[in-house]
T-cell receptor, first 111, second 111 residues
Framework: DVKVTQSSRYLVKRTGEKVFLECVQDMDHENMFWYRQDPGLGLRLIYFSYDVKMKEKGDIPEGYSVSREKKERFSLILESASTNQTSMYLC??????????FGPGTRLTVT | KQEVTQIPAALSVPEGENLVLNCSFTDSAIYNLQWFRQDPGKGLTSLLLIQSSQREQTSGRLNASLDKSSGRSTLYIAASQPGDSATYLCAVRGSNYQLIWGAGTKLIIKP
């Protein structure tokens, strides 16, 4: 079975802190994705990566950056956390053109 | 621009009923369509993936159909159970790596 893991299920950070969310997949997938999910807004794509060191902006990249140094790991970085970045963050991976598999999510609260 | 709509937003039915969830999309030029399930506070679980060349996919009590020409997909759940209670999301993939998401249907199966 495909396994996508995320470093934390729950995280509480203060405004202005630098936050790292990590995602690891064990199926040698080329593509990895970071989404955020908010009530009433659904899933929105922040960034995705189609290969090591390659990244593309999604719909809402502002305030975020990403890093993919190894194929299995995709990190989302909040350079200076703000309260409007309080959300559920979901990581996913896939082979090209195939189904996406999701991690359990990280619920981030910024106070 | 592709838009994905799921109607109804919420559905409550007695246990044992067969039911249909709907997903419509505005641009028929899709690569595939995927149905997901999400339990409260959790990540997404992939249920079924239908490639653009396929008409339907089945997994256990679930059957998903795809009609590209009319921009519609349905998820049929047979003999519903309380454990089927969840939010069901559909997403379509176009010519890039991104999925376009519906807002979901929240399903409640009453014992």
């Amino acid at each position: 079975d495909v396994k996508v893991t995320q470093s934390s299920r729950y995280l509480v950070k203060r405004t202005g802190e630098k936050v790292f969310l990590e995602c690891v997949q064990d199926m040698d997938h080329e593509n990895m994705f970071w989404y955020r999910q908010d009530p009433g807004l659904g899933l929105r794509l922040i960034y995705f990566s189609y290969d090591v060191k390659m990244k593309e902006k999604g719909d809402i990249p502002e305030g975020y950056s990403v890093s993919r140094e190894k194929k299995e790991r995709f990190s989302l970085i909040l350079e200076s956390a703000s309260t409007n970045q309080t959300s559920m963050y979901l990581c996913a991976s896939s082979l090209i053109a195939y189904e996406q598999y999701f991690g359990p999510g990280t619920r981030l609260t910024v106070t | 621009k592709q838009e994905v709509t799921q109607i109804p937003a919420a559905l409550s039915v007695p246990e044992g009923e067969n039911l249909v969830l709907n997903c419509s999309f505005t641009d028929s030029a899709i690569y595939n369509l995927q149905w997901f399930r999400q339990d409260p506070g959790k990540g997404l679980t992939s249920l079924l993936l239908i490639q653009s060349s396929q008409r339907e996919q089945t997994s256990g009590r679930l059957n998903a159909s795809l009609d590209k020409s009319s921009g519609r997909s349905t998820l049929y759940i047979a003999a519903s159970q309380p454990g089927d209670s969840a939010t069901y999301l559909c997403a379509v993939r176009g010519s890039n790596y991104q999925l376009i998401w519906g807002a979901g249907t929240k399903l409640i199966i009453k014992p």
